[in-house]
Nanobody, 117 residues
């Protein structure tokens, strides 16, 4: 069983920064990708950023230039550095580990990010 533990959420003012962490219980290279999603109240869960096992990154248009996904391979940890935060970034942020055979996501418990205006 894979465990993903997020941390780093909280309350921040607009324009501020936060760094989320996601610690995996096994090597992150065993997954096709590590992904950050978010879900705001009343909204569908959306992909925010992902990093593949090969190191390729991808971002939602709404966060490009403001968020950066990275990883510490030795610690099996993925980070999401969030800068220039906006109230619309308020959501529960989830870390996920994606495998392709069979297609499956392992999920963390989520961490709340609240950006005040």
């Amino acid at each position: 069983q894979v465990q993903l533990v997020e941390s780093g959420g909280g309350l921040v003012q607009a324009g501020g920064s936060l760094r989320l962490s996601c610690a995996a219980s096994r090597s992150i290279f065993s997954f096709n990708a590590m992904v950050w999603y978010r879900q705001a109240p009343g909204e569908q869960r959306e992909l925010v950023a992902q990093i593949t096992s090969g190191g390729m990154t991808d971002y939602a248009d709404s966060v490009k230039g403001r968020f950066t996904i990275s990883r510490d391979n030795a610690k099996n940890t993925v980070f999401l550095q969030m800068a220039s935060l906006k109230p619309e970034d308020t959501a529960v942020y989830y870390c996920a580990a994606r495998v392709s055979i069979p297609p499956y996501h392992y999920w963390g418990q989520g961490t709340q990010v609240t950006v005040s205006s």
